[in-house]
Antibody, heavy 119, light 108 residues
Framework: QVQLVESGGGVVQPGRSLRLSCAAS????????MHWVRQAPGKGLEWVAV????????YYADSVKGRFTISRDNSKNTLYVQMNSLRAEDTAVYYC????????????WGQGTMVTVSS | SYVLTQPPSVSVAPGKTARITCGGN??????VHWYQQKPGQAPVLVIY???DRPSGIPERFSGSNSGHTATLTISRVEAGDEADYYC???????????FGGGTKLTVL
């Protein structure tokens, strides 16, 4: 079945780094733009970053620009986000989400992975 | 940056119609997508491109978009519709996604 599974979350100190992964299965991964969306505890959804289906273009929210890097490996059907210089305000559940080619509607979501930035 | 404004909460009795609005400057010129999120779960797409329903979403869910307001309408509301609902657009001028603040739908 169509599935996205995130991993790599955990507790990290401010200023440190963390890399999240998102494994895709059950659909044509290289036909989907892939996004990261986060949700701080008790708060709403916040879009974080996108990478085009072939990796040619990447865009970021202002809040993470220069600190986060999105990437993908289509041979492994896996999406990544490298998060550097983490701050307390980056604490959130991080979801990966897929949007079919040419669309910006997120029709596939993972279950999320929790990232806590705390000393 | 583009801002989407939703009411924090909407309440409706079972069997009635719920309308959740999403305000934005000339939002009628953009494509709006809606998500349902129940506690402890990932969001689910319920309306895309203003008014289209993904397979598996009941016909009770519908959408419209014009002027400065997009609306998600849920007809014949059921207890299982109780959830947070988010609108979302793609802001092409900055190549960024934008979510509304979310609306908590309470079924009385």
């Amino acid at each position: 079945q169509v599935q996205l599974v995130e991993s790599g979350g955990g507790v990290v100190q401010p200023g440190r780094s963390l890399r999240l992964s998102c494994a895709a299965s059950g659909f044509t991964f290289n036909s989907y733009g892939m996004h990261w969306v986060r949700q701080a505890p008790g708060k709403g959804l916040e879009w974080v970053a996108v990478i085009w289906y072939d990796g040619t273009y990447k865009y970021y929210a202002d809040s993470v620009k220069g600190r986060f890097t999105i990437s993908r490996d289509n041979s492994k059907n896996t999406l990544y986000v490298q998060m550097n210089s983490l701050r307390a305000e980056d604490t959130a559940v991080y979801y990966c989400a897929g949007a079919a080619l040419g669309s910006y509607a997120f029709d596939i979501w993972g279950q999320g992975t929790m990232v806590t930035v705390s000393s | 940056s583009y801002v989407l404004t939703q009411p924090p909460s909407v309440s409706v009795a079972p069997g009635k119609t719920a309308r959740i609005t999403c305000g934005g400057n000339n939002i009628g010129n953009k494509s709006v997508h809606w998500y349902q999120q129940k506690p402890g779960q990932a969001p689910v797409l319920v309306i895309y491109y203003d008014r289209d329903r993904p397979s598996g979403i009941p016909e009770r869910f519908s959408g419209s978009n014009s002027g400065h307001t997009a609306t998600l309408t849920i007809s014949r509301v059921e207890a299982g519709d109780e959830a947070d609902y988010y609108c979302q657009v793609w802001e092409s001028s900055s190549d960024q996604g934008v979510f509304g603040g979310g609306t908590k739908l309470t079924v009385l």
